[in-house]
């Protein structure tokens, strides 16, 4: 018996310090932070709630592209002086989570702004934000978000819709064949996936293609032999897939087998993945993606996508650049996008209300007032700009091919249509 | 030789069991345990194969030799390897595989691959019905095929003891003594000492030589067959039998009187 | 249930009654200033962590009577907290009908749905009833993802707040008190409920529903009892989640949802009340710790990004391991002993 | 016509690849009655362990592979000794979460070391697809199928003709009448889920092979089979194939033929297939049906 009581008694001990474990950093790190911020000028506070671990952990980069941009805004002397303080945790794509971690940050801090990650967060985030009048500075990609423009929502970069429309446009100045040309559409059954498919319809009349097959192609699927089949026996000219690296890859393989070459297969932005063209084992020559920034490798004389990639070593965040691989994810400088549209608000209302007053509403009408913003770092991407009609920071893309196994950029930044918007 | 020194069992740390068992199993003989239900033998059996720790028991005091060698804080393989095979009460039958593969896998611990197949057909002579239905799924082979296929399967061991619990249980007595007759003569011809848990006492005692009675978790009589037969008690209680060794009418058994003559 | 010496039963209502004891008044009375309280002292983010744990607690409660009373596997729980969801957004956006009247909608329709899948389990036992409950998660989200004209489809629908009478249950002060007065109720029922007939019925089936059958419990209409009660606790689970969140999408309910509540469940203790309770409680808080953990290492340096990446699963696939090994009746059951043997030192025999 | 033989070759290709993964749930459930969740994770680790030999490491496919499977092998008794065995005599919804516990841990563990960026293998089966009539079937399901036949037949035979399956099959049926003849149960259950995470290891590489590595998707695949395995029966090895097989030709044949129910009834309809056949057959088609006793 004693020897169980002694078990018992560990055992209580371990589950009681781990339950409190918790509690005593979450204590000891309020206390840190109290005593390490004696500054002049009040902290800019902003928000995150950010995707790291979790089954979506592919996306961490956008995270550390984000931290990193504030990092170095921050040694670029912040605003005015004022540095910007980021409170982030991980919520791994979960919206209570997120909702959690808003609401957290929220009522403790005077928070600006806050950003969050998938489209379920987003959606409800917005509703909170426009609330409690704070700005959601979102990542781009969800077109329902800024389509129309909500007030207090502003997104960093086009969406996918945007992206697909800018590609598409391309494909009908290359089209020279005289007939109205057929598309087909594979997308996973996710918003991702849905996003896109209503602007690419309506767009068609007026460039003069038609959508003749719509496919569901999950993004985890091991064969894509029906939607091949399907493509094929329709006759589909362009194939647009609304995929990964891996699925595109996927459908790339099946329709070759299937003997059916299509004129253009055309992905998103996360096609442009150095894996991409092994991964579809030579079919993926010629497949065509859309792309927001310059990148590293492609871009190596852009000053500032060397300064990223400079930076990023600095800082160390991991993987997303080494020596040995020098390739620069899409999503870091998806995450260097947030920053970059929080850094122009911040500056326009600096420059309006003085670095030591900016609030929320103050960043929400800057927002509105910032037209062509850039700054020498963030010339990985067009010049960015509001209006009270259009949250968007900018719609232009450029478009990337694989040529003899490495994805090459074959033009550079071009306006994409938008007028879907409103 | 097995040797059981004032052994202990304690189930789940609570329930006790077996309250001091001493007892032992010469080489070639054949001695037979007897009880009522709930007397402990299975448990004892239990204890000597290794089987206890898989039900929360443990052997808390004393221990049990074999051939001079402790083999009480052993897994039951390890017991196995030593050459004593159990053979569970209940004819627990591999149920999908076929009774030529029970054998087979009683006698996986051996490396004499050759000698297998002799002893396959040993087993097939001892039990001729046994070799008709070897490819039998051996679920669906009745109660007296199981409980020869399970005696088999232990055979196969090359065991140089069995412990053999309630072979008679729900079976006819015509292959009880079947059964009883295989045991003697594989005991005769291979020399393998027996060790049988019974309830039918009369058919257990006219095989073994020597038998030991269990009571409550004790032994409370032992000695020779011969003299156990003849014991009043063993005749009252275990073969039904009165006073001038004749069936008791059921009407006596209501003016039952007699105690039993040991403390339990 | 074990008493202190000296505690003896006078009358059925005695014997019956939850709380017994001078000191178990005093504690329930302590406890219940706390929780009532705990808005007012504790920080935000603490409240919406509990806002979230009161939620949780009813779902997972709805589960423990169905597995761990009832014997009746579900790998598809999730999928019936969604149905009370979606069915209290829709019927407050599009029928404007008030909360009141939808959360207990939304309890009986889950509860029926859960009904027709339980259905199966007349027939299917142990691993095979998994795939029953697995279709259930798979087919309902299908549905709900694609009904687009009634659930919005992928992109989801927003839910209206909760009010009462002029008062709207806006801010997370607010919203707490609403979730914890459920999540009472909820354990004072599943409580009640597993010892009445019905729970004793089903703590026989889920030991042996053979046997069960045998003494005149009638497993089809105590199974089906259990799917309906499990899936109605969901339910309401759903229906509190839905104005919280304020916006529904299929994704945030999953598979992976549905196995953490299997996991609230064996961490906590299958078979008691307390289990769900405690279960709930642990992993938030060690969700919440690795969460914390996570922005620790990614602000320090230097930083290993696959290894910030890594480290929630990792810490969190230890515990639960570490867990199962060195306590694998859970929490509640630790905790008994605890008690017993405070009760019983120093004669601890 | 062409297109209904298209399907059902591709359907009976990608059917075998998801038979060999259902192979692994029924190894671990026959020896040892528990179903593994982490299988998913388990082919991961097997097809990262190839990848870091035959890319990182430079040796040539085949010689990776056969270097993989010893290591797949040590990884699945480690499992076993360290994790599972400890769970011996636990209610069977307790090892499941402990399967729970390992598929988070591993997935750590591989996130840790790879990253979550795709990996590719070097290329190994010919991109080229082989005809027959107007049938187009490419090498990559040819080479899937045939290694996931191949590795049927050879479990087919290790249960029936060796003395390792014999006692593997005979602990599965009863467990102490096992113990009673000197089986080591633990020998046996470190056995078995060491041939299970050889069978995951593989076709792990397989898929690894199909669609490319990483640690975030890879898992699901082990989940997707897991109708699959309760179609054919928890326990049946010829049921795992045949079961894959009914499940590769429903996805492939659904969305053509039955389309018209809406758009991904080829995730939907292999629940419903196994909820049918479950109803008329509880323990799947081929499972072994455990006699209930009170």
């Known amino acids: 018996m004693g020897r169980t009581l002694v078990k018992t008694l560990s055992i209580s001990i371990l589950v009681i310090i781990l339950m409190t474990l918790p509690l005593l950093i979450a204590c000891s790190d309020d206390d840190e ?77 005077d928070l600006v702004a806050f950003t969050g990650m998938g489209t379920g967060a987003n959606l409800a985030l917005a509703e909170r934000c426009a609330e409690d009048g704070i700005v959601l500075a979102a990542i781009g990609g969800e077109p329902e978000l800024i389509w129309p423009a909500q007030e207090w929502v502003f997104a960093s970069s086009p969406n996918h819709a945007i992206g697909a429309l800018g590609a598409m446009q391309y494909a009908m100045e290359q089209w020279d064949e005289g007939r109205v040309a057929r598309v087909g559409i594979a997308y996973p059954n996710n918003p991702f996936g849905q996003s896109i498919i209503g602007p690419i319809e309506e767009y068609a009349s007026e460039l003069g293609y038609e959508v003749v097959e719509k496919q569901e192609f999950e993004l985890t699927a091991l064969d894509a032999v029906s939607q091949s089949l399907a493509f094929r026996d329709d006759e589909v ?80 965040s991991g993987d997303i650049v080494s020596e040995e691989d020098p390739y620069m994810s899409m999503l870091y400088m998806w995450g260097l996008s947030v920053g970059v549209l929080l850094e122009a608000g911040l500056r326009e209302a600096a420059a309006e209300v003085g670095a030591a007053n900016i609030t929320a509403e103050a960043l929400r009408n800057a927002l509105e007032n910032v037209t062509n913003f850039k700054t020498g770092n963030s010339g990985f991407q067009p010049g960015i700009g509001f209006s009270p009609s259009n949250h968007e920071a900018y719609s232009a893309t450029s478009l990337m091919q694989v040529q003899d196994g490495v994805w090459v950029r074959i033009n550079n930044m071009f306006e994409s249509p938008w007028k879907f918007a409103e | 030789m097995l040797v059981l020194n004032n052994i202990e069992v304690i189930y789940s740390n609570v329930i006790l069991v077996l309250k001091g068992v001493s007892f032992e199993v010469r080489d070639g003989q054949i001695s037979s345990l007897l009880g009522a239900n709930g007397a402990g033998k299975t448990t004892t059996l239990k204890a000597i194969s290794g089987l206890l720790k898989s039900e929360l028991g443990e052997v808390s005091d004393g221990n049990i030799e074999w051939d001079g060698k402790r083999i009480d804080r052993m897994g039951p393989d390890g017991v196995v390897k030593m050459g004593i095979a159990q053979v569970m009460e209940g004819r627990r039958v591999f149920q999908h595989l076929t009774m030529e593969e029970n054998l087979k896998v009683g006698a996986h611990l051996r490396k004499d691959s050759m000698n ?119 005749r009252e209680f275990y073969m039904g039998l009165g006073d001038l060794g004749q069936r008791k009418s059921y009407r006596e058994v209501k003016h039952y009187k007699r105690r039993k003559r040991w403390l339990g | 249930m074990r008493l202190p010496c000296g505690i003896i039963n006078k009358s059925y209502s005695q014997d019956t009654a939850i709380v017994r004891t001078n000191l178990q008044w005093l504690l329930l009375v302590l406890a219940l200033i706390t929780l009532f309280t705990f808005p007012y002292w504790a920080s935000p983010h603490w409240i919406s962590v509990m806002i979230g744990v009161w939620i949780s607690i009813i779902g997972v409660m709805g589960l423990t009577l169905l597995t761990g009373y009832a014997g009746q596997l579900s790998l598809g729980h999730m999928a019936f907290v969604a149905i009370g969801a979606y069915t209290v957004a829709i019927l407050m956006s599009d029928l ?139 339910g309401i689970a759903g229906g509190l989640w839905a104005p919280y969140l304020r916006y529904l999408t299929p994704e945030q309910f999953t598979l992976m949802g549905s196995v953490w509540y299997l996991g609230y469940m064996v961490i906590g203790g299958m078979g008691s009340i307390m289990g769900p309770i405690a279960g709930v409680i642990f992993i938030t808080i060690l969700d919440e710790f690795t969460a914390e953990m996570v922005t620790d290492l990614a602000t320090g340096s230097p930083v290993f990004a696959g290894f910030v990446q890594a480290s929630r699963y990792i810490v969190f696939g230890l515990a639960i391991i570490l867990f199962l090994i060195f306590e694998p009746r859970g929490i509640a059951h630790r905790w008994e002993r605890i008690k017993n043997s405070y009760r019983l030192w120093p004669f601890s025999y | 016509m062409d297109t209904f033989l298209q399907l059902v070759v591709t359907g009976l290709a990608v059917g075998a690849t998801y038979g060999l993964i259902a192979l692994g749930f029924v190894l671990i459930y026959k020896a040892s009655g528990v179903l593994n969740l982490a299988q998913g994770e388990l082919m991961m680790f097997g097809a990262y362990i190839c990848f870091v030999f035959s890319v990182q490491a430079n040796i040539p496919f085949y010689a990776a592979v056969a270097l993989t499977l010893p290591v797949a092998l040590l990884i699945g008794a480690v499992i076993e000794r360290f994790f599972l065995r400890y769970m011996i005599g636990q209610p069977l919804i307790s090892v499941i979460m402990m399967t729970i516990g390992l598929m988070i841990l591993m997935r750590g563990i591989a996130t840790w070391i790879w990253g979550t960026e795709p990996k590719v293998y070097p290329q190994v089966f010919p991109q080229e697809s082989m005809s027959i009539g107007s049938v187009n079937i490419s090498y990559e399901y040819l ?63 397989i898929i690894g092979a199909l669609v490319g590595l990483d640690t975030t998707s890879f898992p699901q695949y082990g989940l997707k ?7 054919g029966g928890l326990d049946s090895i010829p049921g795992a194939i045949i079961g894959g ?26 629940y419903i297939l196994v909820l049918i056949v479950l109803i008329v057959r509880p323990h799947g088609l081929f499972g072994l049906k455990r006699i209930e006793r009170i």
């Open chain 1, 33 to 109: 932070k109290t005593e390490n911020a004696p500054e002049e000028l009040p902290d800019i506070h902003v928000g995150m709630s950010a995707l790291v671990t979790g089954p979506y952990g592919a996306y961490a980069p956008i995270t550390w592209g984000y931290l990193d941009y504030m990092k170095d805004l921050n040694e670029r002397g912040g605003i005015d002086g004022a540095q910007i303080e980021v409170h982030w945790k991980d919520c791994q794509y979960d919206v209570a989570q997120s909702i959690a971690a808003y609401a957290d940050y929220s009522k403790s801090y």
């Open chain 1, 237 to 316: 000219d362009i194939v647009y897939v609304q995929g990964t690296a891996k699925s595109v890859a996927v459908l790339c393989k099946d329709m070759d087998r299937q003997g059916f070459i299509p004129k253009m297969v055309i992905g998103p932005l996360h096609v442009i993945h150095p894996a991409f063209p092994e991964l579809a084992a030579g079919t993926g020559e010629g497949v065509i993606g859309w792309n927001p920034f310059y990148l590293w490798p492609q871009d190596m004389d852009n000053e500032s996508v060397q300064y990223w990639r400079d930076k990023a070593l600095e800082y160390s």
């Open chain 2, 116 to 234: 297998v197949k002799k002893d396959l057909d040993m087993v097939y002579d001892l039990f001729p019905k046994l070799k008709e239905l070897h490819n039998r799924i051996s679920g669906y082979l009745s109660g007296g095929e199981q409980q020869m296929m399970v005696l088999g399967r232990a055979l196969m061991a090359k065991p140089k003891l069995v412990l053999l619990d309630e072979p008679s249980l729900g079976l006819a007595p015509i292959i009880v003594t079947e059964i009883f007759s295989a045991v003697k003569k594989i005991n005769v011809e291979e020399k393998t000492s027996f060790l049988i848990v019974e309830q039918n006492a009369r058919a257990a005692l006219r095989v073994a030589g020597f038998g030991y009675v269990m009571d409550n978790g004790r032994i409370v009589l032992y000695g020779e067959s011969e003299k156990l037969v003849d014991n009043e008690d063993i």
């Open chain 3, 96 to 234: 404007n009908w008030p909360f009141w009247a939808a959360l207990p909608c939304a309890g009986m329709i889950s509860g029926c749905i859960g009904v027709i899948f339980g259905l199966p389990s007349l027939r299917i036992k142990g691993f095979y009833l998994v795939i029953a409950t697995l279709a259930a998660q798979f087919i309902i989200v299908h549905i709900i993802s694609r009904w687009d004209s009634l659930t919005g489809g992928v992109f989801g629908l927003s839910v209206p707040k909760v009010t009462l009478g002029g008062f709207e249950f806006k801010s997370d002060f607010s919203y707490y008190f609403l979730a914890m007065i459920f999540a009472l109720i909820a354990i004072l029922i599943a409580k009640n409920l597993s010892r009445s007939r019905i729970g004793r019925s089903w703590i026989a089936i889920r030991d042996n529903d053979i046997a069960a059958e045998i003494m005149g419990v009638d497993p089809f209409k105590y199974k089906l009892l259990a799917f309906f009660f499990g899936c109605f606790f969901a």
């Open chain 4, 143 to 205: 080479w899937a199928a045939g290694l996931s036949i191949f590795f049927v037949l050879i479990y087919i035979i290790f249960f029936r003709f060796t003395k390792s399956g014999l006692v593997m099959r005979a602990t599965s049926d009863d467990e102490h009448a096992a113990l009673s003849i000197g089986i080591s149960i633990k020998k046996v259950l470190s056995q078995s889920w060491a041939i299970a995470a050889l069978t995951a290891a593989v076709g792990g590489i």
């Open chain 4, 225 to 231: 089979v897991l109708p699959v395995v309760l179609l």
């Open chain 4, 245 to 270: 097989i009914l499940i590769g030709l429903t996805e492939n044949l659904v969305p053509e033929y039955l389309g018209f129910l809406g758009g991904g009834m080829e995730e939907l309809a292999p």
